[in-house]
């Protein structure tokens, strides 16, 4: 088990500073982890966000929508977006009854490279947690926001 004291050599006046510091850690830790396990599939976990949110949408939907479902906010999705539309992953459309409104579509293509990502999932991340532990985490993660 991995102590953040020992990890970053550093000591903390109290647990809430040191809770703070270790969900920063833990964030950046899984962050690098996914762009580890995306990169041969040429897409960024961002990218992959998208993606899922189009496949269970089942239907075109707005920018707007995409950006408001998204795990982590970014500035930059209309640039994601024409990386995906670039690769043939997503389809632009315009609105008929409003011109000024994109939807996105996911492509079969894109549907096809989520199922390989699926597939090639190697385990639960959070693998040294039982379930009631992670239900306890997910909870605690609610609680702080």
């Known amino acids: 088990m991995g102590d953040l004291a020992k990890e970053i050599n550093s000591t903390f006046p109290d647990n809430d500073l040191k809770a703070y510091i270790n969900i920063l850690f833990t964030a950046s830790w899984i962050n690098s982890k996914q762009i ?3 990169k041969p599939f ?3 976990p961002q990218q992959y966000n998208i993606l899922r949110i189009l496949k269970g949408a089942k239907k075109a939907i707005s920018v707007q929508t995409v950006k408001n ?3 982590q906010r970014s500035p930059n999705v209309t640039r994601l977006m024409d990386k995906l539309c670039a690769k043939s992953l997503i ?3 315009t609105c008929t009854h409003d011109r000024r409104v994109v939807n996105i579509l996911i492509t079969e293509k894109g549907l ?3 199922r390989e990502i699926d597939k090639n999932f190697e385990g639960k991340l959070l693998a040294n947690l039982s379930e009631a532990e992670a239900k306890q985490l997910s909870d605690l993660l ?3 926001r």
């Open 36 to 38: 580890i396990f995306f």
């Open 42 to 44: 040429n897409i960024s």
């Open 69 to 71: 479902r998204m795990v």
């Open 91 to 93: 389809e632009r459309t």
């Open 112 to 114: 096809s490279l989520i």
């Open 142 to 144: 609610d609680k702080i």
